[in-house]
């Protein structure tokens, strides 16, 4: 049975830190492309980053660009959202998700087969 099991969510104060840890079990084939979503109440699920896992390019969304380091330890089967510079308007639920295809629908969710069950990220100012 496949499991992305996502850890490291907490609450913290505006300018901080967090990293978030992505770890995957019970996969035959290592998934091509690793990503994070987020998701905050009310609102659609949003593409953070994305990384392909077997020559680490990276992808991010505009709003994390320079703040937010995707990263992943195959040796670990788990990937990484390292968060700095943190805003209260990256307060949400965090999930990280896997696929067997590229990185190129990397914002679209269908594009991923595997999901975590989440860990929450809270921002306060």
């Known amino acids: 049975q496949v499991q992305l099991v996502e850890s490291g969510g907490g609450s913290v104060q505006a300018g901080g830190s967090l990293r978030l840890s992505c770890a995957a079990s019970g996969l035959i084939d290592r998934p091509t492309c690793m990503a994070w979503f987020r998701q905050v109440p009310g609102k659609e699920r949003e593409a953070v980053a994305a990384?392909?896992?077997?020559?680490?390019?990276?992808y991010y969304a505009d709003s994390v660009k320079g703040r937010f380091t995707i990263s992943q330890d195959n040796a670990k089967n788990t990937n990484y959202l390292q968060m700095n510079s943190l805003k209260p308007e990256d307060t949400a639920m965090y999930y990280c998700?896997?696929?067997?295809?590229?990185?190129?629908?990397?914002?679209?969710?269908?594009?991923?087969?595997?999901w975590g069950q989440g860990t929450q990220v809270t921002v306060s100012s």
């Open positions: 998700a896997g696929g067997p295809s590229s990185c190129w629908y990397w914002t679209q969710e269908h594009a991923f087969g595997y």
């Open positions: 990384i392909y896992t077997d020559g680490g390019h990276t």
